[in-house]
């Protein structure tokens, strides 16, 4: 055996996600991962801003959440929240978690009840990123 510099990493990617699936799999069950999507729309059906995530095991992740400038402060970031929260509890996960960085959403999840599990300084230098979590009822 030997270790390589892969110029493509597209196939060893593929490898090793295939070998850590099986893996995971064999020791903690089968993950039952299925990704979601909630958005928000104008009035000419453009998407303004939305939510990425998925559930995996009894958890949540969200994986993104962003809102065009025009639709922030209207309570829509609040709202895809708590639709991805529910979404999540009706899939069966207990818990929900996010990473976000200082200037991004830091506050806000705060006050939805998520509480700092995890920091990085300097990530990007000048700032931080933060990993959230809560429990859900």
Known sequence: MR???????????RAVVKG?????????G?????????SVRDDRDEIRGGIVAYTIWNWCFIELLWLDEAARGGGFGTE?????????????ARHVYVDTFSFQGDGFYQ??????FGELT????????????????
């Open 122 to 137: 300097e990530f990007p230098p000048g700032h931080r990123r933060i990993w959230l979590k809560k429990d859900l009822p």
């Open 30 to 38: 089968k993950a039952k991962y299925k990704r979601f999507a909630v």
């Open 20 to 28: 850590l699936v099986a893996y995971n799999t064999a020791k903690a």
């Open 80 to 92: 895809l929240m708590q639709r991805a929260e529910a979404i999540a509890a009706e899939r069966g």
């Open 111 to 116: 006050g939805l009840g998520y509480e700092t």
């Open 3 to 13: 270790v390589v510099d892969e110029k493509t990493p597209a196939k060893a990617a």
